[in-house]
């Protein structure tokens, strides 16, 4: 059986017993008021974004295999040209790991205060990749 995050619930790669979660998600539904289905490739899709307070906060996909709370999730916010994340929080073994040592010339080993250390699991690359091309396509960059 796949291994399972002890707190997400986020199986890689997903376990037999998740196919019914996932054909669920195949049907279109409404999400905190957004009209949500799967499109032909492997993520899900958000429509009528502009809501009170979400203007510029384009939500590109959430974790295919996501349950009905918190899930690892992409967005383009296109007033600030940035993409926003939400992830898993690492773990305590893998942040001491990213922030012992420097990862790029010239950097100080650590992680900033301001900074933190998130996961999401690798099914969710075509949604990243539709979130950087979406940026890149409207001049974000």
Same mark, same amino acid.
């Given at each position: !059986? #796949? #291994?399972?995050?002890?707190?997400?619930?986020?199986?890689?790669?997903?376990?037999?017993?998740? &196919?019914?979660?996932?054909?669920? @998600? @195949?049907?279109?539904?409404?999400? /905190?008021?957004?009209?949500?289905?799967?499109?032909?490739? &492997?993520?899900?899709?958000?429509?009528?974004?502009?809501?009170?307070?979400?203007?510029? @906060? /384009?939500?590109? *996909?959430? /974790?295919?295999?996501?349950?009905?709370?918190? &899930?690892?999730?992409?967005?383009? /916010?296109?007033?600030?040209?940035? =993409?926003?994340?939400?992830?898993?929080?690492?773990?305590?073994? @893998?942040?001491?790991?990213?922030?012992?040592?420097?990862?790029?010339?010239?950097?100080?080993?650590?992680?900033? *205060?301001?900074? #933190?250390?998130?996961?999401?699991?690798?099914? !969710? =690359?075509?949604?990243?990749?539709?979130?950087? $091309?979406?940026?890149?396509? $409207? *001049?974000?960059?």
């Amino acid at each position: !059986m #796949a #291994a399972t995050h002890p707190t997400s619930g986020c199986g890689f790669p997903p376990a037999p017993q998740e &196919s019914a979660a996932r054909a669920a @998600l @195949l049907q279109p539904r409404t999400l /905190d008021g957004l009209s949500v289905a799967r499109d032909s490739g &492997s993520q899900v899709t958000a429509t009528g974004l502009v809501q009170e307070g979400v203007v510029g @906060l /384009d939500f590109v *996909g959430i /974790d295919p295999e996501t349950g009905k709370e918190g &899930s690892p999730t992409v967005w383009v /916010d296109r007033p600030n040209r940035r =993409i926003v994340f939400q992830g898993v929080k690492a773990e305590e073994d @893998l942040e001491a790991e990213i922030g012992g040592r420097s990862w790029a010339p010239d950097h100080e080993a650590g992680i900033p *205060g301001h900074e #933190a250390v998130v996961w999401i699991p690798t099914r !969710m =690359i075509p949604i990243l990749r539709k979130a950087c $091309d979406d940026a890149e396509r $409207d *001049g974000l960059l």
